[in-house]
């Protein structure tokens, strides 16, 4: 099945510093989520994106949609101690797909 | 609170028993998904809801796995003699109709068979 790889698996920061993390696919995706999970909860959608090169913002938070149509990144600045968590991308495998393939996700700790 | 709310929080049980777990969506969804999250991975497919009807059921759906939404609004997942493997968070989510992939997840079942 298709399959979404994060990158990097983990990161540790600085407070204060910015953070880039990226996702990829095999396949043409048409739709790139953003989620953030807390331990413990469930995930909660930052950022939607529809069009290939499109950028969109949400507070500190940026993530753009890959020209390629395979890849999305997902950039968070300067970080604060509760951006710590994991971030997954996630999109439907489909054109009309009415289901979510997720990414294994990015954790997230900030050292304050 | 408007957003999708699941119940219990936690479960425990023992290998074997039957557990059910309850999902209300956001009112205005029609769709509702339920999903699977195991350690360290993220979320996996489980099945989803066009108002009643069940549209798709993921493989990882064994057949001691059942769903239903019989009104349209709230759903229940059924485990039938649960095995440890089953140990997992539970996640429903909920969207809008066909257009929107924006799915909004609820806080999650955590399921432990001991």
């Known amino acids: 099945g298709q399959q979404l790889n994060q990158s990097p698996q983990s990161m540790f920061i600085q407070e204060g510093e910015d953070v880039s993390m990226n996702c990829t696919s095999s396949?043409?995706?048409?739709?790139w989520l953003w989620y953030k999970q807390d331990p413990g909860e469930g995930p909660v959608l930052l950022i939607a994106l529809y069009k290939a090169g499109e950028l969109t913002s949400n507070g500190r938070l940026t993530a753009q949609f890959g020209i390629t149509r395979k890849d999305s990144f997902l950039n968070i600045s300067a970080s604060i101690p509760s951006d710590v968590g994991i971030y997954f991308c996630a999109g439907p495998p489909s054109l009309y797909g009415n289901k979510l393939v997720f990414g294994a996700g990015t954790i997230l700790r900030v050292k304050s | 609170d408007t957003g999708v709310s699941q119940d219990p929080r936690h479960k425990i049980t023992k290998r074997g028993q039957n557990v059910t777990f309850r999902c209300d969506p956001i009112?205005?969804?029609?769709?509702l998904y339920w999903y699977r999250q195991t350690l360290g991975q993220g979320p996996e497919f489980l099945t989803y809801?066009?108002?009643?009807?069940?549209?798709?059921k993921s493989r990882l759906l064994s057949d001691r796995f059942s769903a239903e939404r019989p009104k349209g609004s709230f759903s229940t997942l059924e485990i039938q003699r649960t095995e440890q493997g089953d140990s997992a968070m539970y996640l429903c989510?909920?969207?809008?109709?066909?257009?929107?992939?924006?799915?909004?997840f609820g806080q999650g079942t955590r399921l432990t068979v001991v």
């Open positions: 989510a909920s969207s809008l109709t066909q257009g929107s992939t924006e799915a909004f």
């Open positions: 009112s205005e969804h029609n769709r």
């Open positions: 809801f066009q108002n009643e009807a069940q549209l798709e």
């Open positions: 396949s043409i995706f048409n739709t």
